[in-house]
């Protein structure tokens, strides 16, 4: 499974519910909010939507966080979680790849939220996180192609 990265303008409709906007770098100081993902990520998510809307029977909106993130932001947000400086170097981020976004889906929980994506081949055969944040429980959903990975924080 190999996804085509794709780039374009803002308004860019990826899905029928996602815009390239929403998975630009949300970094501040770095490389003025590009925004390359993997349309498969994109695709999957758009699955796991439309699976949760359709279990909890009303129209469920996914929140993309963060999704491209390019090395400049993507060590920022390393060192603030407390990631060792001097491993840095070595961080491999399925964000830089333009193939993770961490998620939140306001009203619903959490463990719906991850065994709903599990069912998801896409992330099922990916990876799967789950941790705290400023809005709640925070979901991370990646489209790596060289094994399954899961965590919580």
């Known amino acids: 499974m190999s996804g085509r990265v794709t780039d374009g303008c ?3 409709r990826l899905s029928p519910s996602f815009y390239r906007s929403e ?3 949300k970094g ?5 909010h590009s925004a390359p993902i993997n349309q498969v990520l994109v695709d999957g998510l758009q699955a796991l939507r439309d699976k949760l809307s359709c ?3 009303c129209d469920t909106p996914i929140g993309i966080m963060s999704g491209f993130r390019c090395i400049i932001h ?3 947000v390393a060192v603030t979680r ?3 400086r001097d491993l840095l ?29 599990e069912t998801i081949a896409v992330f099922r055969d990916g990876g799967i ?23 919580r924080e």
């Open 89 to 117: 170097s070595n961080r491999h981020s399925q964000h830089c790849l333009g193939n993770a976004a961490d998620v939140v889906v306001e009203d619903v929980d959490v463990e719906l939220v991850l065994s709903v994506a």
């Open 28 to 32: 501040d100081r770095c490389c003025g």
């Open 23 to 25: 998975f630009a770098c």
């Open 74 to 76: 993507d060590r920022d």
């Open 55 to 57: 279990t909890r029977r």
């Open 10 to 12: 803002d308004g860019e």
């Open 129 to 151: 996180g789950c941790y705290s944040g400023s809005r709640g429980k925070i979901v991370h959903l990646d489209v790596r192609t060289d094994g399954p990975a899961r965590w």
């Open 82 to 84: 407390g990631f060792p």
